[in-house]
């Protein structure tokens, strides 16, 4: 069984830090690339980050780029999104997705989601 848990969301003041992890197990995490999505209230999941398997490539939607940082440890199975410079419209439930390509940036083409993490940032 398949399972994706997401851990280290909260709340945080605008301009802080967060950083989450996605913890995977039965699957070959190694062959999968990693994707990170959010749901903000109201609105539509929206593609965040995504990581190659080896981790060398990554893919950033524009909103995020240069405030978040995606990284993957295969040894334990887990990737990571560093958030910095943290906005109110960043707020939303943060999940992690198993898939075969890091360049996929709608959810439809990932296989495995976690349960989400809430992030709030207060301004």
């Known amino acids: 069984q398949v399972q994706l848990v997401e851990s280290g969301g909260g709340l945080v003041q605008a301009g802080g830090s967060l950083r989450l992890s996605c913890a995977a197990s039965g699957l070959t995490f190694s062959s999968y690339a990693m994707g990170w999505f959010r749901q903000a209230p109201g609105k539509e999941r929206e593609f965040v980050v995504a990581?190659?398997?080896?981790?060398?490539?990554?893919n950033y939607a524009d909103s995020v780029k240069g405030r978040f940082t995606i990284s993957r440890d295969n040894a334990k199975n887990t990737v990571y999104l560093q958030m910095d410079s943290l906005r109110p419209e960043d707020t939303a439930v943060y999940y992690c997705?198993?898939?075969?390509?890091?360049?996929?940036?709608?959810?439809?083409?990932?296989?495995?989601w976690g349960q989400g993490t809430q992030v709030t940032v207060s301004s």
């Open positions: 990581i190659s398997r080896s981790g060398r490539t990554t």
């Open positions: 997705a198993a898939g075969n390509r890091y360049e996929s940036t709608r959810g439809n083409e990932y296989a495995y």
